[in-house]
């Protein structure tokens, strides 16, 4: 079994008036390559006539950003003429690579009428070879998602990317990944295969768990030791976690703003580009 290294809390940190906790990166731990950056906007309720989201128009170079909508709704547009409204148990993967500019906002319907809003983004590393891949994004509803059950439908799995069992993710990666979000009645308890050199991504939405007798409530991040090929999970609270695994990149990461390279003159030249234009133009 893995063992735990250490539980990391996340910090608050509001933007406007979305409640914001972010557990990644922290002053103890930089990232789990290859995984960066993690933001937990909500739980909250809006009132009707609201602002919605406030990520208007901003550039990304050289990561991916996955989405998870547990309430609410994010409405995307970005440079390369991607434009969707992802409802409640949607995903969004947006492929940064060599540069866009992309908006993440309220649809006009949830800004009108209000209502509970849950949110997560993780940001994802990409390798150096493909830092300056053709961007692309993709979102699908909850319904478009592979899913399937344990424990005779006490844990539900929804399956990002990767492997699991016999079940295969409904997006594609650049570089191998398992990402999944995983819902856990209290008392239900899953055990997943983890290949022993793959940093495991481990981060309590809601509820509480319990590992190796250890108790874990919601808002934690777990870092694991490499030193197993197997993680045994058991809930005690009704939770979501959010499981991933991949092989670490172990290339140098610098991250500054919206953008991450592998040295500082790579990041200058994305702010050069980004101000040239290269990056695609933005319309309103």
């Known amino acids: 079994m893995k063992t735990i290294k250490a539980i990391h809390t996340a910090s608050y940190h509001p933007i406007a008036d979305l409640i914001t906790y972010n557990p990644l990166p922290s002053r103890e731990l930089r990232q ?18 609201n602002n919605g989201l406030p990520f208007g128009p901003h550039p990304h170079r050289g ?35 060599s540069g866009l500019i992309h908006a993440e906002v309220s649809s006009e319907q949830f800004k009108k009428e209000g209502g509970d809003l ?10 150096a070879k493909h830092k300056m891949t053709k961007p692309k994004y993709k979102g699908l509803q909850k319904d478009e998602i592979t899913h399937f059950d344990l424990e005779d439908g006490k844990i539900s799995v ?5 492997d699991w069992n016999s079940h295969k993710g409904s997006f594609e990666t650049i570089s191998p990944l398992m990402m999944s979000t995983v819902y856990m009645k209290s008392g239900s308890t899953f055990t997943k295969t983890i290949p022993q050199e793959e940093n495991v991504f481990f981060y309590v939405v809601r ?8 108790r874990i409530p919601y808002r934690n991040l777990i870092e694991f030791n490499n030193d197993g090929d197997s993680l045994t999970v058991k809930a005690s609270q009704d939770a979501v976690i959010l499981l ?12 500054q703003g919206p953008f991450v390279m592998n040295t500082q003159q790579e990041i200058m030249q994305a702010y050069q580009d980004y101000q040239a234009g290269k990056f695609g133009t933005w319309e309103d």
């Open 32 to 49: 789990i390559d290859p995984f960066i950056f993690l933001n937990h906007h909500g739980h909250q309720t809006y009132p009707k006539n």
């Open 63 to 97: 990561m991916e950003t996955v989405t998870f909508i547990l309430e609410g709704d994010i409405m995307h547009k970005d440079s390369g003429g991607h434009e969707s409204v992802i409802e409640k148990g949607g995903i969004q993967w947006m492929t940064a690579g």
């Open 118 to 127: 849950e949110i997560l983004q993780l940001w994802v590393n990409l390798p």
């Open 158 to 162: 929804q399956l990002i990317s990767g």
């Open 207 to 214: 509820g509480e768990v319990q590992i190796q007798g250890e």
């Open 244 to 255: 991933g695994h991949a092989k670490p990149f172990n290339e140098p990461l610098v991250a």
